[in-house]
């Protein structure tokens, strides 16, 4: 059974910069986007970046030229760096590994953004 966890979350103030991590434990056969999305309190889940197998990355325009989303094939693992964080980005983070006929959520880690 497949499990993702996420590390990195914390209180920063703004401007700060956070790194978040998600492992997977478990095979997935043909793992191809990883993303990070993102869920503040009475808001839907949104997108904060993808990227493929091949490297080609995502980010919906709140987050572009601040965050960038990294992965390591070998370890089945996906990073965001977070910089110049703003208290907007508060929210709940999840990792996403998507293959073609499944997808992974992790359990999610608290990023707070103190003004």
């Known amino acids: 059974q497949v499990q993702l966890v996420e590390s990195g979350g914390g209180l920063v103030q703004a401007g700060g910069s956070l790194r978040l991590s998600c492992a997977a434990s478990g095979y997935i056969f043909r793992l191809d986007v990883m993303g990070w999305y993102r869920q503040a309190p009475g808001k839907q889940r949104e997108l904060v970046a993808t990227?493929?197998?091949?490297?080609?990355?995502n980010y919906p325009d709140s987050v572009k030229g601040r965050f960038t989303i990294s992965r390591d094939n070998a370890k089945n693992m996906v990073y965001l760096e977070m910089n110049s964080l703003k208290p907007e980005d508060t929210a709940v983070y999840y990792c996403n590994f998507r293959t073609v006929l499944s997808s992974y959520w992790g359990q999610g880690t608290q990023v707070t953004v103190s003004s």
């Open positions: 990227i493929t197998k091949s490297g080609s990355t």
